[in-house]
Each structure stands twice: as structure tokens, then as C-alpha cells.
């Protein structure tokens, strides 16, 4: 039996989960335009090049926002109803990533030859990467917006800015990219934050005015210190892994040339578009109702589950349709010419099952403002994937990428879930530990399946998928309980099938 408060958290996370996930859908959908054209224009060496530059400006961004978007979101939920709080938080969030963004764009300028001898060993890309330091700061503006919003649980208007921005830079940066080619890369980087920056204050100034107080330096440092201490966590976790995924594409680079980066980048693009999909539409109501309840370990464990339930539910089939097609999805959204980049697909997607489960856990450790052993679990993944890659690239090629992704989730969740059960009392429910092994080894079954016969594993992968969906569904059902036109129905048809759900209350 599911109990009332199991009930109301569940149809909230679900609510959420449909508001967030149907924005992602689009934008996803705009994503693939957009990589299509682009690959289509540029090619993998293209591709390759617009990674590099798309990791320098996340990691510097990284650096200068010292986690403060994430943090702030911790602040601001913590912050409601307490009027003259949210206000300072308001102020100080947005001074902090206007100063910290300014710096950083001047820092890259300065440096933008020996970057580009880091990165390319030349300077003819110079003076892009130096602009590169402008779509740093604007990418901070946007993010201290799009923070208030998630604080204050504006999911509507947090999806209106991802779709809307999404469009219009994607509209913007294409023409560039059409018009100048390689050359209006840069162009395209830079488009993309000033549309969302533009879209998210439009929806920013419609929310309640802060409260009108200048604060003094003692009372900014106040409220800027506790943000910054638990976003610096944010901030070195990203920054290894930023930092990492930069390297692993320069090694690429020098090792087997761009056209290898590219084959590298479309896997991993393909597979960090899907999971931050499902993980964006997750995160933007668990993460501030998780900080509520934290020290409610009951409540928090509880609530822990049912999030790994329903990423698991809803994403584990998805992850199975893509192992088996995933040489017509590489095809589809790139081109025959990508065709090395199916295999890191299929092992990085098996890698995902294990990152679905260990996110909803890895969360606890962040809505208890634990910044260093936050820290310290994000860089286990990165210290497996990229020693693996540095050891193995010369010896095994490219494909070391994939196996060395799903050793590192596999790694990473076992460390989390230690953590979480040291922590916070945690424990896998039953349906939790059913989910994850039944969508690995199925998971790791049409892997070996694909290897051995690509066209059997193309016909299985969706077979299977629909059974698993069938069950998800079932128990997103016994979450939702019978409240809707829709639901009553699907409640019907499983009983009809002699499967009935058990009622939620």
C-alpha cells in the first residue's frame, strides 16, 4: 500500500517530470535538427571542432560560476516564504554571476593564444576562442535566472525558457554556420546563451519584485559564503568532469585525429542529450522538495526511491530501443560517415542504466550540502574514465572511450550508494533492486546481441522495450493513482489483461 504523502510526492515528481520532460522533447528535437544540419555542413571535423570549443566555454564556465546556479536553487527553495532572505538571495545570485562572468571573460581574452596552443597547437583560432569568453558570461546571466525559477518551482516558465531560447539560438546560429561555415562556429556558440539569456529575464520580471535594500559588504559576503562553499562542490564536480571530457577529446584529437573526436563526440552527444533530458525533467522539482525533506530520513529515503524508480521506469526501455537501433540512430541524426560512433553508442548506453540509478541517490549528498563528499564521488567516474582512456587510446583505439564510461558509472554507483546508506540510512526497495538488474542484464544482453548479429538485436531491442514499458507504465499507474480520465482508463485496460494494479490508497 502506498500511503497519502507517498501519493502527493509521487503525482508532484510526475507532474514536474511532464511539464520539464515535454520542454526537453522539443528541445530535443530541435538538438537533432541542429547537430543534423551541422554535420551535414561541417562534417565530423566540424563536429569535432565545436566540441572543443563547447568544452572550453563549460569548463571556464564552470570555474567562474562556482556552482552557484545549483547552490542557489538549494537557497532559494530553502528561502520561501521568508521574504526578506529571498530577497538578499535574489540580489546576491545575480551580482555574484554578473562579477564572476565579467572576470572570466577578460581571463579568456588575455589567454586566448595559449589556450589555442593548448588546444590546437597553433594560434589560428585564436581570436575565437578569446570570444568564446562572451558566451561564458552570458551563459552565467542565464543561469543565475534560470536558478530563481527552479528555487521557486516556476517549472512552467523554466520549460517556456528552454524551448523558446533553444529555438531561437538554434535559428540564429544555423545562419550563421550557412552562411560562413566553419567560420560562423563561433557565431553559433554565441547565440545560444544570448537567447536564453534574453528569453529567461523576460520571465524573471514578471516575478514578485525583491525587496528594495542595499546590503553592506559584511551582509553580501554573508549570503554570497554559504552558496559559494556548497556550489564550489558544484563547481570542482563539473569541472572534473568538464575538464576530463576536454582532455579525452584533445588525446583523440592528437591521437587519431578529428574525425575520431567527431565520431567520439556524436556518441557522446547523442547519449548526454537522451539521460539530460530524463535527468533535467527529474531534477527540476526533486531537487529542491529533497532539500525540504533531508533530514527526514524516512522521508528521504522514500522519496529517493521512488525518483530511481521512475527514471528507471520511464528510461530504462528507451535505453534498450537505442542499443539495437542505434546504427539507424547515428545515421539518422548524423550521417553514414559517423558510422564508428554506433559502437561507443551501444556501451555507453548500457553505461546510463547505472547513471540513472545512482543520480537519484547522488542528490542526497547535495541536498545535505556535503560539498566535499559531493566532490569527491563526482571525480571517482572521472578518475576511471579518463585513466582508462590515457592508458588504452594508443593500444585498443577509440572504442577504450565506451568501455571505460561504463566501468566509471558502474564505480560511481557503487561509491554513492555507500555513501547514501553511511549517510542517510539509505536502502534499495525491492522494486528499486528489480528495476536496475532487470534493465542491466537486459541491457548487457542486446550489447553481446549487437556485437555478435546488429540486425537480430535491431529487432529484439524494440520487442523488448515495449515489455518493459508495459511494466514502467504499470507502475508509474500505482504511483499516480486513480485520478484523471486517462489513468481510470489504463487502470481498466490492465485489469481487462488480468494484470490488475493494486490500488494506491
Same mark, same amino acid.
Request: hydrophobic share 55%; net charge positive; proline share 3%.
Given at each position: 500500500m502506498i500511503s497519502m504523502s507517498e501519493l502527493s510526492s509521487s503525482r508532484g515528481l510526475i507532474k514536474s517530470m511532464l511539464v520539464i520532460g515535454s520542454a526537453q522533447v522539443v528541445n530535443i528535437l530541435i538538438s537533432i535538427v541542429r547537430m543534423k544540419v551541422l554535420a551535414v555542413l561541417l562534417g565530423p571535423s566540424g563536429v569535432g571542432l565545436l566540441s572543443i570549443y563547447n568544452s572550453l566555454q563549460v569548463m571556464v564556465q564552470q570555474t567562474a560560476g562556482l556552482g552557484m546556479g545549483n547552490s542557489g536553487v538549494r537557497e532559494i527553495a530553502s528561502s520561501r516564504g521568508e521574504e526578506a532572505t529571498l530577497s538578499r538571495v535574489r540580489h546576491v545570485l545575480f551580482a555574484a554571476h554578473l562579477i564572476q562572468g565579467t572576470l572570466a571573460m577578460i581571463a579568456v581574452w588575455l589567454l586566448r593564444e595559449r589556450i589555442a596552443i593548448w588546444l590546437f597547437g597553433d594560434t589560428l583560432r585564436a581570436t575565437e576562442v578569446g570570444l568564446i569568453g562572451i558566451a561564458i558570461l552570458l551563459s552565467l546571466l542565464a543561469s543565475a535566472q534560470t536558478a530563481l525559477l527552479? *528555487?521557486?518551482? +516556476?517549472? &512552467?516558465?523554466?520549460?517556456?525558457?528552454?524551448?523558446?531560447?533553444?529555438?531561437? &539560438?538554434?535559428?540564429?546560429?544555423?545562419?550563421?554556420?550557412? #552562411?560562413?561555415?566553419?567560420? &560562423?562556429?563561433?557565431?553559433?556558440?554565441?547565440?545560444?546563451?544570448?537567447?536564453?539569456?534574453?528569453?529567461?529575464?523576460?520571465?524573471?520580471?514578471?516575478?514578485? +519584485?525583491? /525587496? @528594495? @535594500?542595499?546590503?553592506?559588504?559584511?551582509?553580501?559576503?554573508?549570503?554570497? +559564503?554559504? /552558496?559559494? +562553499? #556548497?556550489?564550489?562542490?558544484? /563547481? #570542482?564536480? *563539473?569541472?572534473?568532469?568538464? @575538464?576530463?571530457?576536454?582532455?579525452?577529446?584533445?588525446?583523440?584529437?592528437k591521437e587519431l585525429g578529428l574525425d575520431a573526436a567527431g565520431y567520439f563526440a556524436a556518441a557522446w552527444g547523442i547519449t548526454m542529450t537522451y539521460v539530460g533530458f530524463l535527468l533535467g525533467a527529474m531534477g527540476a522539482d526533486y531537487y529542491p522538495r529533497l532539500t525540504e525533506v533531508i533530514h527526514d530520513k524516512v522521508a528521504a529515503v522514500r522519496l529517493m526511491n521512488d525518483q530511481a524508480q521512475l527514471g528507471l521506469a520511464i528510461g530504462g526501455p528507451v535505453l534498450l530501443l537505442l542499443i539495437g537501433l542505434a546504427p539507424w540512430v547515428i545515421t539518422l541524426l548524423y550521417s553514414s560517415a559517423f558510422e564508428p560512433a554506433v559502437t561507443l553508442l551501444q556501451w555507453q548506453t548500457v553505461g546510463n542504466v547505472f547513471k540513472l540509478a545512482s543520480w537519484a541517490i547522488a542528490f542526497s549528498i547535495i541536498a545535505g550540502a556535503r560539498s566535499k563528499t559531493f566532490f569527491f564521488t563526482e571525480l571517482s567516474f572521472n578518475i576511471v574514465f579518463l585513466g582508462m582512456v590515457f592508458v588504452f587510446l594508443p593500444r585498443v583505439g577509440l572504442e577504450v572511450t565506451a568501455y571505460a564510461f561504463v566501468l566509471g558509472y558502474l564505480v560511481y554507483l557503487t561509491i554513492v550508494y555507500v555513501l547514501a546508506r553511511s549517510i542517510h540510512g539509505f536502502r534499495w526497495q525491492a522494486l528499486s533492486l528489480g528495476l536496475l538488474g532487470l534493465h542491466a542484464s537486459l541491457g548487457v544482453a542486446l550489447l553481446v546481441l549487437a556485437m555478435m548479429a546488429p540486425f537480430a538485436a535491431a529487432v529484439a531491442s524494440p520487442l523488448l522495450a515495449a515489455a518493459t514499458g508495459l511494466f514502467g507504465l504499470r507502475i508509474v499507474l500505482s504511483k499516480v493513482g486513480k485520478h484523471g480520465r486517462l489513468p481510470i482508463r489504463l487502470y481498466g485496460i490492465f485489469a481487462r489483461l488480468g494484470w490488475p494494479i493494486q490500488s494506491a490508497v
Amino acid at each position: 500500500m502506498i500511503s497519502m504523502s507517498e501519493l502527493s510526492s509521487s503525482r508532484g515528481l510526475i507532474k514536474s517530470m511532464l511539464v520539464i520532460g515535454s520542454a526537453q522533447v522539443v528541445n530535443i528535437l530541435i538538438s537533432i535538427v541542429r547537430m543534423k544540419v551541422l554535420a551535414v555542413l561541417l562534417g565530423p571535423s566540424g563536429v569535432g571542432l565545436l566540441s572543443i570549443y563547447n568544452s572550453l566555454q563549460v569548463m571556464v564556465q564552470q570555474t567562474a560560476g562556482l556552482g552557484m546556479g545549483n547552490s542557489g536553487v538549494r537557497e532559494i527553495a530553502s528561502s520561501r516564504g521568508e521574504e526578506a532572505t529571498l530577497s538578499r538571495v535574489r540580489h546576491v545570485l545575480f551580482a555574484a554571476h554578473l562579477i564572476q562572468g565579467t572576470l572570466a571573460m577578460i581571463a579568456v581574452w588575455l589567454l586566448r593564444e595559449r589556450i589555442a596552443i593548448w588546444l590546437f597547437g597553433d594560434t589560428l583560432r585564436a581570436t575565437e576562442v578569446g570570444l568564446i569568453g562572451i558566451a561564458i558570461l552570458l551563459s552565467l546571466l542565464a543561469s543565475a535566472q534560470t536558478a530563481l525559477l527552479q *528555487g521557486l518551482r +516556476k517549472i &512552467g516558465d523554466l520549460g517556456r525558457v528552454t524551448v523558446i531560447g533553444a529555438f531561437v &539560438g538554434t535559428l540564429a546560429g544555423l545562419a550563421a554556420v550557412w #552562411l560562413q561555415g566553419e567560420s &560562423g562556429l563561433i557565431w553559433f556558440i554565441l547565440v545560444q546563451p544570448l537567447a536564453a539569456v534574453l528569453i529567461a529575464l523576460h520571465y524573471t520580471r514578471r516575478l514578485p +519584485k525583491p /525587496m @528594495a @535594500a542595499r546590503l553592506s559588504l559584511v551582509e553580501t559576503w554573508e549570503v554570497w +559564503k554559504p /552558496m559559494a +562553499k #556548497l556550489g564550489a562542490a558544484f /563547481m #570542482l564536480g *563539473g569541472l572534473a568532469t568538464v @575538464a576530463t571530457l576536454l582532455l579525452v577529446r584533445g588525446l583523440i584529437s592528437k591521437e587519431l585525429g578529428l574525425d575520431a573526436a567527431g565520431y567520439f563526440a556524436a556518441a557522446w552527444g547523442i547519449t548526454m542529450t537522451y539521460v539530460g533530458f530524463l535527468l533535467g525533467a527529474m531534477g527540476a522539482d526533486y531537487y529542491p522538495r529533497l532539500t525540504e525533506v533531508i533530514h527526514d530520513k524516512v522521508a528521504a529515503v522514500r522519496l529517493m526511491n521512488d525518483q530511481a524508480q521512475l527514471g528507471l521506469a520511464i528510461g530504462g526501455p528507451v535505453l534498450l530501443l537505442l542499443i539495437g537501433l542505434a546504427p539507424w540512430v547515428i545515421t539518422l541524426l548524423y550521417s553514414s560517415a559517423f558510422e564508428p560512433a554506433v559502437t561507443l553508442l551501444q556501451w555507453q548506453t548500457v553505461g546510463n542504466v547505472f547513471k540513472l540509478a545512482s543520480w537519484a541517490i547522488a542528490f542526497s549528498i547535495i541536498a545535505g550540502a556535503r560539498s566535499k563528499t559531493f566532490f569527491f564521488t563526482e571525480l571517482s567516474f572521472n578518475i576511471v574514465f579518463l585513466g582508462m582512456v590515457f592508458v588504452f587510446l594508443p593500444r585498443v583505439g577509440l572504442e577504450v572511450t565506451a568501455y571505460a564510461f561504463v566501468l566509471g558509472y558502474l564505480v560511481y554507483l557503487t561509491i554513492v550508494y555507500v555513501l547514501a546508506r553511511s549517510i542517510h540510512g539509505f536502502r534499495w526497495q525491492a522494486l528499486s533492486l528489480g528495476l536496475l538488474g532487470l534493465h542491466a542484464s537486459l541491457g548487457v544482453a542486446l550489447l553481446v546481441l549487437a556485437m555478435m548479429a546488429p540486425f537480430a538485436a535491431a529487432v529484439a531491442s524494440p520487442l523488448l522495450a515495449a515489455a518493459t514499458g508495459l511494466f514502467g507504465l504499470r507502475i508509474v499507474l500505482s504511483k499516480v493513482g486513480k485520478h484523471g480520465r486517462l489513468p481510470i482508463r489504463l487502470y481498466g485496460i490492465f485489469a481487462r489483461l488480468g494484470w490488475p494494479i493494486q490500488s494506491a490508497v
